[in-house]
């Protein structure tokens, strides 16, 4: 599965979109992009995937270059209850999920 | 929607007994299951992948003897930690695979918080 690199930390106010941006640059032609949050002390959830077209759904939006090695998951009115860890992955279908470090987003009143 | 259950969510226990924690599919079937650990502000680590009839396949490092997953059925998978010490205190987390759709996403248990003393 396709290395990914993200920011430690970001910080958003409350109310403004939310934008995470994820490198991928070794991921192939076969693999998805998934984006998970895990808030904290509960399990990870899911929020969006993609392969090479956009995605929106109720939770997010995911753009991911024409190149696809690099996305950004849209989170358009973040709440302070958005605040977790967000993990971008890699992955083909139906393999097993491995979670790098994942970006700390911080929503602040 | 598809949920995963995860029991206990929390268990003390005294270094050297055994301690099991289940991984339910509610509504669906689940031939695998993935075990991750997560240490404290640390990301989730995949330990094993729990395979419906069939042994564990576990991660490089993984102690498989003192990791005991068993699949029980296409709904249940559990993972026992024997003989538990302190430094295996952690936080268990379970997930299953939906394959109803192309290019699924897994589901999550709640987590289990397992101190060790």
């Known amino acids: 599965d396709a290395k990914t690199t993200q920011p430690p930390s970001m910080d958003c106010a409350e109310g403004r979109a939310a934008n995470l941006p994820c490198n991928h640059s070794?991921?192939?032609?076969?693999?998805?992009v998934y984006w998970y949050r895990q808030i904290h002390s509960q399990g990870p959830q899911y929020i969006i995937h993609?392969?090479?077209n956009n995605e929106t759904n109720e939770m997010a939006s995911l753009i991911i270059t024409e190149d696809r090695k690099s996305s950004t998951l849209i989170l358009p009115h973040a709440t302070l209850r958005d605040t977790a860890v967000y993990y971008c992955?890699?992955?083909?279908?139906?393999?097993?999920?491995?979670f790098g470090a994942g970006t700390i987003l911080r929503v602040k009143s | 929607g598809a949920v995963v259950s995860q029991h206990p969510s929390r268990v003390i226990c005294k270094s050297g007994t055994s301690v099991k924690i289940e991984c339910r599919s509610l509504?669906?079937?689940?031939?695998?299951m993935f075990w991750y650990r997560q240490f404290p502000k640390q990301s989730l680590m995949l330990m094993a992948t729990?395979?419906?009839?069939?042994?564990?396949?576990?991660e490089q490092g993984v102690e498989k003897d003192k990791f005991l997953i068993n699949h029980a059925s296409l709904t249940l998978s559990t993972l026992t930690v024997t003989s538990a010490h302190p430094e295996d205190s952690s936080f268990y987390i379970c997930?299953?695979?939906?394959?109803?759709?192309?290019?699924?996403?897994?589901?999550f248990g709640q987590g289990t918080r397992l101190t060790v003393v």
């Open positions: 997930s299953a695979p939906n394959l109803r759709g192309f290019g699924t996403e897994a589901f």
């Open positions: 992955i890699g992955r083909e279908y139906g393999n097993k999920l491995v």
């Open positions: 509504d669906f079937q689940a031939t695998t």
């Open positions: 729990s395979n419906e009839g069939s042994k564990a396949t576990y």
């Open positions: 070794t991921i192939s032609g076969n693999e998805y």
């Open positions: 993609g392969l090479k």
